[in-house]
């Protein structure tokens, strides 16, 4: 009886990879404090070499269960249908802004702040979805999560489109928000799982920040015009039923990309196989659900407290989105309030939002095309020069275009006026987007997802209660004076970019993350140049020892 396939080549898939075990486990604790980051290090050494008593797989080259290496069509569909479900989830959010006034109607809500909680609570599902759902991927891997939680966010719509009274869809609006958070957070992570070239993996992830705004900008025109039919708001939410469960279609097709776990399947499928001794390297690990949920909990929080970078990128960022959804409530009191738009044509205006955010894609396209020139003449470049010029561009672009709003907005000037400031406002809202979040991947490395969700957190706060306050601020300081207040606040946050750039060494020195990151890379770097060296020497023996072997076989045959 023949060995099973997986097993004719056992030693290709089984190597020491102590680099991505460490990598792996580093990803999953907390950062020692100040004077414990020399004794972690030295306690990880000694972890390692226990380690290297076990025989841990890997992905051998051109391995087809690998990711990196699936097909061109398969990458795509997959990215497809995460941009699919993305989009889904961000159309939902704005959703109600156009139905605002018929819900708060037909309910019997008396202050329109209570309407406009149907908005609040549901990002503020997105605050609380990541630190239910993170926890759990780590267990079952990205396709489980997105499956349970996207089924989630579509009962949660069908309970939305029958809720009886107002406080009832205020709860199903909170929990298909929390469903809603897995896709946005799962799936920048599928992207980087299967596109391996940092070029192409840019390229898609600027993609999907302009394909992610096309939803929160047309839901409000769908809204507004189909509750003001005889269908009424209710149909609403059975369009976001059905459009969402045409979005589930194509996730259910979808395999797992997180290829720790596919290392897992594969080495439990090995030992069924009758291979002894074989782990994964998540098998290294505390995998314990205590201590996730403990990591998961306390590291992003750490992060934004005692993180420059992390604190001044999440609260720029959180005022752009907050801004953004504040402009579900002043829209209409300006296109309704002066131009006299009806409650679906007011929403009209935020489709050159939606544009200016397909326009960023082209000017990161630019940009790459600029670096790999510079690039193929020798030139090096830190993790600020390689994104932050970007943002040194969209911050001034996005004040501008606050400006511009604000001071157009007037009954003898043409509607078109300050409804065109909407793309330079769409295109640096993503434009920020993009750099400012590659920079913090740049920067942290391994602990990117804990800054990014950090970043997610804060922003899914602002998001929720900015509009609370919209219709206050701008009925109180006026729509003129209002939205330039906004701008120059904005003003201010833009000097951020300017400033990590100018002092991002220094930054970076300050950095407990990042030093400890560095230390890390070095004692890597250490011991594969001495593991090369045990190697050359080994080689050059046995060199020696064949070329002893052949002189004695030519001195027998001469005798």
């Not at 980051?37 to 226990?50: N, Q």
């Not at 209570?114 to 609380?128: D, E, K, M, R």
């Not at 782990?279 to 314990?288: C, G, Q």
């Not at 070095?522 to 064949?546: I, Q």
Request: net charge neutral; with cysteine; glycine share 8%.
């Amino acid at each position: 009886m023949s060995a099973p396939r997986d097993l004719e080549n056992l030693e290709q898939v089984c190597s020491l990879d102590i680099h991505r075990v460490q990598s792996s486990r580093l990803r999953n604790e907390g950062l020692p404090e100040e004077d414990e980051l020399r004794v972690g290090i030295e306690s990880k050494i000694e972890v390692d070499e226990a380690a290297r008593k076990q025989r841990v797989i890997s992905f051998s080259p051109g391995d087809p269960e690998n990711p990196h290496n699936w097909s061109s069509g398969k990458k795509w569909f997959i990215t497809a249908s995460g941009i699919l479900a993305v989009t889904n989830s961000t159309f939902a959010s704005s959703l109600p802004s156009g139905a605002l006034p018929f819900i708060q109607k037909d309910l019997d809500v008396e202050r329109v702040e209570v309407a406009v909680l149907t908005i609040s609570v549901f990002l503020l599902g997105y605050f609380f979805g990541p630190i239910l759902f993170a926890p759990y991927s780590e267990w079952a891997g990205r396709r489980t999560v997105t499956l349970v939680a996207f089924g989630w966010f579509v009962i949660g719509s069908i309970c939305c489109a029958v809720a009886p009274n107002i406080e009832a869809l205020l709860v199903f609006r909170f929990l298909t928000g929390m469903g809603a958070s897995a896709p946005m957070s799962v799936t920048g992570g599928v992207l980087a799982d299967i596109w391996h070239e940092p070029e192409q993996r840019g390229r898609t992830m600027a993609v999907f920040s302009a394909v992610t705004m096309i939803g929160p900008t047309l839901s409000p025109v769908i809204g507004g015009f189909v509750s003001n039919s005889r269908l009424g708001w209710r149909m609403v939410f059975w369009i976001e039923v059905i459009v969402s469960a045409l979005s589930f279609i194509p996730l259910t097709f979808c395999p797992e990309t997180f290829a720790p776990i596919l290392l897992l399947r594969k080495a439990r499928r090995l030992r069924s196989q009758g291979a002894t001794g074989l782990i994964a390297p998540l098998e290294l690990e505390d995998r314990s659900f205590k201590s996730s949920l403990k990591t998961t909990l306390s590291r992003p929080f750490r992060m934004f407290f005692f993180e420059a970078v992390v604190l001044l990128v999440s609260i720029f960022l959180s005022f752009v989105y907050g801004v953004f959804y504040l402009f579900f409530q002043s829209y209409p009191l300006i296109y309704e309030g002066i131009y006299h738009f009806g409650p679906g044509i007011s929403g009209l205006p935020f489709i050159p939002v939606g544009v200016g955010g397909g326009l960023a894609y082209f000017a990161v396209l630019i940009w790459d095309a600029h670096l790999r020139k510079l690039t193929a003449r020798g030139e090096t470049f830190s993790a600020e020069y390689r994104r932050l010029p970007l943002a040194c561009i969209a911050g001034p672009i996005y004040v501008i275009s606050m400006f511009w709003q604000a001071w157009t907005v007037r009954a003898d000037i043409h509607y078109l006026v300050p409804i065109a400031a909407g793309v330079p406002f769409g295109f640096a809202f993503a434009l920020l987007f993009i750099a400012l979040l590659n920079y913090i991947t740049d920067f942290y490395e391994i602990y990117a997802a804990s800054a990014l969700a950090a970043a997610s957190m804060c922003r899914s706060l602002f998001g929720a209660a900015f509009p609370l306050f919209a219709k206050h601020m701008y009925k109180g300081m006026g729509i003129n004076w209002a939205s330039s207040f906004l701008g120059m606040v904005a003003a201010l946050l833009t000097i951020c970019p300017f400033l990590f750039i100018k002092y991002g060494d220094a930054v970076r020195r300050r950095s407990r993350f990042h030093r400890f990151l560095q230390e890390r890379k070095e004692m890597f770097e250490l011991r594969e140049k001495e593991e090369g060296e045990e190697a050359s020497t080994a080689t050059s023996r046995t060199e020696h020892e064949g070329a002893e072997e052949i002189k004695d076989d030519i001195e027998k045959e001469g005798k």
